[in-house]
């Protein structure tokens, strides 16, 4: 990390603190979101088995909510609330690539460098890559509809595919640099830690999340929203 994101973090983090105190195969992927050899890719879920996987929080892999279906790793809510997944293991600079399909009126997300916090929830640390079914999920702001940076930067262009169909996903984030892809095109882009950062950090529910966004280790994280959301095509590859 560069001096400059450094002290721009730990002057960032300072001004959070004190704000708070006062306040279907892979065939189908999209040919753009394809680069590279297979070789540098580690593939997270291959529709067979969840070894990559446990619940933020827990030791063991959260299998009364989240199954395999076909070639789908698949959330159906159980009404316990709190089985989001995570990676096993960190990753600091990453392209992740996967594919989504969420329930009607569904909602559900996508985290990256997250860690884990026994007294608080997986969005307290993870920003978010929104998933979301536009059409019939109520009252959504913009930077909330799929594809944004949840609750900061909304995607743009917004090219979401219609409830029921395969949307295509690329999170790249090297160093303080993280590019949001859907369906081909480039929706959202940012510097974490940067002054546009913290300014709208702070101007959300994330301000007073000290771990919001901080690290630049963590894990992958998939979100139970209490909506039926499927998965495929799960794999990423480290850059450095």
């Known amino acids: 990390m560069e001096l400059k994101s450094i002290l721009l973090f730990i002057f960032g983090t300072g001004i959070i603190l004190l704000g708070c105190q006062a306040s279907a195969d892979r065939g189908n992927m999209e040919d753009s979101d394809r680069s590279d050899s297979d070789e540098e890719w580690t593939i997270l879920f291959d529709g067979i088995n969840t070894d990559h996987w446990r619940g933020y929080n827990m030791e063991h892999f959260p299998d009364?909510?989240?199954s395999i279906e076909g070639d789908e790793l698949v959330?159906?809510?159980t009404g316990q609330g709190g089985l989001d997944l995570i990676t096993k293991e960190k990753y600091q600079?990453?392209?992740?690539?996967?594919?989504?399909n969420i329930s009607e009126g569904g909602n559900?997300?996508?985290?990256?460098?997250?860690?884990?916090?026994?007294?608080?929830?997986?969005y307290w640390s993870g920003p978010e890559m929104q998933i979301l079914d536009n059409d019939a999920y109520?009252?959504?702001?913009?930077?909330?509809l799929a594809g944004s940076l949840y609750d900061l930067k909304p995607a743009e262009p917004q090219n979401t595919k219609p409830q029921g169909e395969w949307n295509s996903v690329r999170i790249i984030?090297?160093?303080?640099?993280?590019e949001y892809w859907q369906n081909g095109e480039k929706v959202v882009e940012f510097e974490r830690w940067s002054s546009d950062w913290f300014d709208r950090v702070g101007e959300?529910?994330?301000?007073?999340?000290?771990?919001?966004?901080?690290?630049?280790?963590?894990?992958?994280g998939l979100q139970d929203h209490g909506d039926v959301v499927?998965?495929?095509?799960i794999e990423i590859r480290r850059l450095h």
């Open 204 to 220: 959300t529910k994330f301000e007073c999340h000290p771990s919001f966004g901080t690290v630049p280790n963590g894990h992958i």
């Open 230 to 233: 499927r998965f495929r095509n």
């Open 75 to 77: 959330f159906s809510p």
């Open 108 to 122: 559900s997300g996508i985290f990256h460098h997250v860690i884990e916090q026994p007294d608080h929830e997986i």
């Open 173 to 178: 984030s090297d160093g303080n640099h993280v």
């Open 64 to 66: 009364q909510a989240w």
């Open 93 to 100: 600079d990453f392209e992740l690539r996967l594919e989504w």
């Open 138 to 144: 109520p009252n959504s702001n913009d930077d909330q």
